[in-house]
């Protein structure tokens, strides 16, 4: 099939809205209880913020926390409810599509990267929080 003049996509996409909300993010359970999903989340946030460090400082070790990184976002459940995996909807880019890509590291790399720019350091100083798995504004750090 050839491609079309953007016009035809444009109409098509008129016809056929999509749902503002996603049911992939959507879940109404619980989550904080479970205990081994916290340790995985509270490890990937140790590993994001090593990352960010080690960027900064042009370490090559990033690359080898980069691997820990990928295995964790592939293999948590719930994983697209901490608040790195959520910033990528920032990014125009949601978890059910990452999960689709055959290059998952090199934009894994760059999504790292723009959350290590936009957002380390402001969650770093706000806090994180647990209570349900992913940034909250109400979880701020007691100063």
Do not use: H
Not at 42 to 65: F, G, H, P
Not at 75 to 85: C, G, L, N
Not at 96 to 124: A, T
């Amino acid at each position: 099939m050839a491609i079309k003049e953007n016009i035809y996509y444009w109409k098509k996409s008129l016809e056929s809205p999509e749902s503002a909300a996603d049911p992939f993010y959507s879940f109404d359970k619980l989550i904080v209880t479970n205990s081994k999903l916290i340790k995985k989340v509270e490890r990937l946030r140790e590993l994001i913020i090593s990352y960010c460090v080690l960027s900064e400082k042009k370490v090559d070790a990033a690359s080898e926390i980069l691997n820990e990184i990928y295995d964790l976002i592939v293999s948590i459940d719930k994983i697209q409810y901490t608040e790195f995996v959520a910033f990528w909807k920032t990014l125009d880019i949601s978890y059910s599509v990452f999960k689709k890509l055959l290059n998952k590291k090199v934009i894994l790399k760059e999504l790292l990267q723009k959350y290590c720019e936009r957002r380390r350091k402001l969650y770093d100083k706000m806090g994180y929080c647990n209570t349900s798995g992913q940034r909250a504004r109400y979880c701020f750090k007691n100063k």
